[in-house]
């Protein structure tokens, strides 16, 4: 069968460009447009004649991502999804109710290959990167999801790249992705409203800061110093800290906007009074936050997580040092909220071929 044309991978120029080449008319362009990203496939495409929904079908995709599970946690609504792609291959999304709105975490890549000692995500390695439009379309797969549910006005309004894969990893499809994001017609989603999350490619970090975007850097720091972050994390032995904290400055002045490290907090790893120390003493005079994570035990890992009493002291030390810092809520608990997770429980790590089924796990509700 012959490959079929993403066409929310394009904008709204490209889109009428590609219909022109397929015989349509310019105004026909808008029409696509607006309807791909309300979420909608040809057959509700309901101004257009039967006969272009039928040729478009044969040659393009519309929507390229598929809800194929969903579980909702009961202890605070958070919704883990599991979407399918067109190759069959699946990724996950995690869907969190915050005061301020509805927030998606996107991932990026099919599995990832960084390969973090704590990470569910990398079990596999990188099977493939995401298109930009497979990026959108996890948006857009929510989003209707969303709009049959019990609030159909609920949208997805923050954005945060902190699912499967490493974004500056796929560096050309997350910034077509993030341009999309604000095309006249579409779903405009304000760039402010986007976080984007890095284990610390520092070359990328540059390119991104020289964007101008007004994205939401965040850095998974993990450790106070190279020796700790290369037990972690295989992408220390490439870039230090040092290094690292080089180019958040950069992002900070060209972009004008605050950087956030997130920190897995870790026992007997990176957790102790002398960590939160050292970690200060190297943010010291940045204009940055830390979010801290009581690691999420993996179970193919050999990291554990810590109790609520090292997070508290942890965070005291950086209170103390005048460095901002939370504690990340912990959403969707009851469910693998954690970064590939559900993905790894249903599929056993592999990705999946629509000829494998949603074997063993009986809570799983189909969509
Ligand atoms: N590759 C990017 C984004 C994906 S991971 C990055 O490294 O930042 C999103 C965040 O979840 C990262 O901070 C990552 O280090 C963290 N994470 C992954 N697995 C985790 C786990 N088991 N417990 C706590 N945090 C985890």
Redo the contacts with the bound molecule.
């Keep these: 069968m012959l490959e079929r044309t993403e066409l929310a991978a394009m904008n709204r120029e490209e889109l009428t460009a590609w219909l022109g080449s397929q015989g349509h008319p310019a105004f026909r362009g808008k029409q696509v447009f607006e309807w791909i990203h309300r979420g909608r496939d040809f057959d509700e495409m309901t101004n257009l004649s039967k006969d272009m929904r039928e040729k478009l079908k044969e040659t393009a995709v519309a929507q390229p991502v598929k809800i194929r599970l969903h579980r909702k946690s009961s202890l605070d609504g958070t919704i883990k999804v599991l979407y399918e792609l067109q190759d069959g291959n699946c990724v996950e999304g995690v869907v969190m109710y915050y005061k301020y709105g509805v927030s998606l975490c996107i991932s990026t890549q099919v599995g ?1 290959r ?1 390969g ?1 000692r ?4 990398t079990l596999g390695g990188r099977i493939r990167d995401l298109t930009a439009g497979e990026m959108l379309g996890e948006i857009l797969a929510v989003n209707r999801f969303l709009e049959a549910g019990d609030n159909s006005s609920d949208r997805v309004s923050h954005v945060v ?7 500056l990893d796929n560096y050309d499809q997350v910034i077509r992705f993030l341009k999309l994001l604000r095309e006249e017609d579409g779903i405009r989603l304000s760039l402010r409203n986007v976080s984007l ?3 610390g490619l520092v070359p990328k970090m540059y390119d991104l800061a020289r964007e101008k975007m007004p994205v939401t850097l ?3 720091l ?1 450790a106070p110093n190279d020796e700790i972050r290369r037990q972690m994390m295989p992408i220390a032995n490439t870039y230090p800290i040092r290094d690292i904290l080089e180019a958040c400055r950069f992002y900070i002045r060209e972009t004008g906007r605050r950087v956030v490290f ?1 920190y ?1 907090l870790s026992d007997g790893v990176n957790a102790g009074r002398k960590d939160a120390y050292e970690l200060a003493e190297q943010l010291h005079g940045m204009q940055c936050h830390v979010n801290l ?1 009581p ?4 179970k193919e ?1 050999t990291l554990k997580g810590v109790s609520d009493r090292t997070v508290r002291e942890f965070m005291q030390v950086l209170e103390e040092k005048h460095i901002s810092v939370t504690r990340r809520r912990e959403m969707g608990d009851d469910i693998e909220g ?3 997770q559900l993905r790894a429980a249903v599929l056993g790590g592999h990705p999946c071929g629509p000829e494998e089924s949603d074997t063993g796990e009986g809570s799983y509700e189909e969509v």
């Design positions: 990832c960084m973090c704590f990470c569910a995500s790249l902190m699912g499967s894969g490493e974004p999350s890095t284990c965040c850095v998974s993990h997130e897995a994570i690691l999420n035990a993996v890992r954690a970064c590939g």
